[in-house]
């Protein structure tokens, strides 16, 4: 594949937000983004990346876990070091769901399913594990809980799907990475478990049955079924050892490359070509992706 068979590249929505932590989408359209920052959580379109809400949050509920937000009500719910917290749009607490402590062994997340449905990660009580819990929106109270097994997660972000399933992406830094998913089905925590430790997930496509995937060093890319998990496809990046990123637009996959410091297009042949974006990891977006620095999230898309 030459450049000219590569579509351009443009801008299609930013924002300036200092000192910017994580960013992870709410939904499987992602329709929305939650953004945590020093000292505040932001609700933003995924179509323009407008600020629709905002919390300014207490010093506990910063740099521990990944926090989600429904849009539909206005709620954010925080992974703190000792409780999962459901936040009012006015920033007053409903709920608190306490846990034993993430200090000294990592940090967990909290989401909302495709039916409002508040989940979290947290440690179990032996700190030799992690539970996944469903919880009642309206009380905090707990419904139902799953097992898993990483010891040391280093941090953890949700990965919604378009069938209900919430895949979870969890690091143990430079030591292993695993990824497992929720549903929740007739009143049971429905669970798939990844059997491999070395593979960091990274995005679903459109409908539901195929991931991505990459390892942990070597610059390999991998598609796999969902929820089969069987290996469709391996791309491995000449002269790269770490993928900061990556997602399906159209029929190519986009990835960011650490130690090159850019992002490119990979086509159905595995052909690579440099894209002219900004520089920042690389977050999936709705038939796009997002380039995210410390000051700015742009939203890129294909002409």
Known sequence: MGVRDMPSVRKAAELRQGHIALVVSNDAG???????????????????????????????????????????????????????????????????????????IGSGCAWFDEKG?????????????CRVVALDGE?????????????DPAGMSPVHQPDGWV???EAEGENASRAWWIRRSNHHLDLVVATRDDEHLLDVDAAGRQIITTTLTGGIIRTRSFPELDLLREIRIPNENFILGACFVRKYIVARLYYREVTVAIDERAQIVELDVDDGWLVPAAGSWLSVSDDAIRRWSFA
Do not use: M, Y
């Open 30 to 104: 992602r329709r929305s983004f939650t953004v945590q920052a020093v000292g505040v959580i932001l609700l933003v379109a995924g179509a323009d990346l407008s600020v629709l809400h905002e919390w300014r949050i207490q010093n506990e509920a910063e740099g521990w876990g990944c926090h989600s937000i429904k849009e539909d009500g206005l709620v954010a719910i925080l992974s703190t070091p000792d409780a999962v917290r459901l936040v009012e749009p006015d920033g007053s607490i409903r709920w608190s769901f306490g846990h034993a402590s993430w200090a000294g």
């Open 117 to 129: 449905r508040p989940f979290a990660v947290v440690p179990a009580t032996d700190g030799t594990a």
């Open 139 to 151: 009380t905090g109270a707990l419904l139902d809980e799953a097992r898993v097994e990483p010891e």
């Open 167 to 169: 895949g979870v992406a």
